[in-house]
């Protein structure tokens, strides 16, 4: 009986001649993307609807959900029940697998693990519900908005791989018109490597974005953020 | 703002030269290899124990959990309540995402689903163990033994992914000592691949092999294996 090890199918190359080589022949790289998605795709979580097992929507949800997540605005009082906060359902186990913030609010003896409600503040139920489906499928549809939306979220609740996700698809998006405001939000959720691009490009582009309304209003908004790109401008 | 997208992040090449070129670079394979790699480690579900999230052992188990699979050899009678027969803890969300078999016990109002209880015949402790952690992980350590007794469960509950995984991994340890046992593990349980690598080596090695003591007791078990043994022999 061999001793028990990790298994990996791998290619087994036919010739012997490239026994010798240290690294992989691009069929190799490939048959290890199949196994690799195949794996992604056995791990993934679907929800269940009339047709099945199926990526989450407005109309359908997660099957057995033990919490839900409350969107929140402002002070909770008896004449605006918690019920009437528009909420998402999910699973405890998955919630504290992916993220060290619902770990800690679910496995400790905290308001949301004895209530089963966590609430969430400042997010749009669009957002919320993107959010989790992402926690079960590692997937996302994004455009500029829902990335920006998704990083902060990723970022409160410390969901890195989600936050280098958007991170990724803001700076493959960045251009004159939103590099300001995607500096800004950088800035504010730490997301190092769109905070550098962004500062980047506005260093090259200072004289044109100067002009810009999107200047205007970042002066208006949060000027601190614009003395911070003046002085890495001056250090250059 | 920019529609919609399902984002995969991806090398962006410096040269202009590559651009017409259709098929990916070792460079691009590597890299979407490495974001696959950890798109696996954030979709995989750990259970908890003293040291934070780590793979599941006899001494730990998954939070939260909300069925049991129960291991019951034989009928239950008063005298052997089935709360004496050992049991793994999971979760119904995790299992019925799995396995179809399993989401129809729980997503129907049969009697799983109601008693949170699920019995599962003819495995041992290590192997239904092995499979639970399987199901949330994608991981497994395997020796041949063990390959084998999750082959013969990923078949029962319809788990392909699992049941080629044991498959590939058998027909990666065929040698003349196991090649009978495998032949008639893979004829019992359906698994394709494995039988036709097994009875290729059979047919290239009869003579050898029909005077081992596997063969022996290969006749002695299950003759009816040994007569298609011959069959294809014959017919090769």
């Given at each position: 009986m061999a001793s028990r090890e990790e298994y990996y199918p791998r290619y087994i190359g036919t010739s012997s001649e490239c026994s010798a080589k240290a690294s992989k022949t691009e069929k190799e790289l490939e048959i290890e993307i199949e196994d690799l998605r195949a794996k992604v795709n056995f791990l993934r979580l679907f929800c269940t609807g009339a047709g099945g097992l199926i990526a989450i929507s407005r109309s359908n949800t997660f099957a057995?959900?033990?919490?839900?997540?409350?969107?929140?605005?402002?002070?909770?009082?008896?004449?605006?029940?918690?019920?009437?906060?528009?909420?998402?359902?999910?699973?405890?186990?998955?919630l504290a697998s992916r993220s060290p913030v619902f770990r800690a609010m679910l496995e400790n003896d905290m308001e949301e693990s004895i209530s089963g409600t966590i609430k969430v503040s400042d997010a749009s139920y669009d957002a919320l519900r993107a959010f989790v489906n992402y926690l079960y499928t590692a997937e996302a549809c994004l455009d500029?908005?829902?990335?920006?939306?998704?990083?902060v979220l990723a970022e409160k609740y410390q969901v890195t791989y989600?936050?280098?996700?958007?991170?990724?698809?803001?700076?493959?998006?960045?251009?004159?018109?939103?590099?300001?405001?995607?500096?800004?939000?950088?800035?504010?959720?730490?997301?190092?490597?769109l905070r550098y691009e962004s500062l980047s490009l506005i260093m090259d582009n200072m004289d044109k974005l100067s002009k810009g309304e999107e200047y205007m209003e970042l002066v208006?908004?949060?000027?601190?953020?614009?003395?911070?790109?003046?002085e890495a401008c001056l250090s250059k």
């Open positions: 057995f959900p033990d919490v839900e997540l409350l969107i929140v605005s402002g002070p909770t009082d008896p004449a605006n029940p918690l019920s009437s906060f528009p909420s998402v359902p999910a699973h405890r186990a998955v500029e908005h829902m990335a920006s939306d998704l990083l989600l936050k280098t996700y958007c991170e990724k698809f803001l700076m493959s998006k960045l251009n004159l018109e939103n590099v300001l405001p995607c500096y800004a939000l950088a800035l504010q959720h730490g997301a190092k490597c208006e908004k949060d000027p601190r953020v614009v003395v911070e790109i003046y």
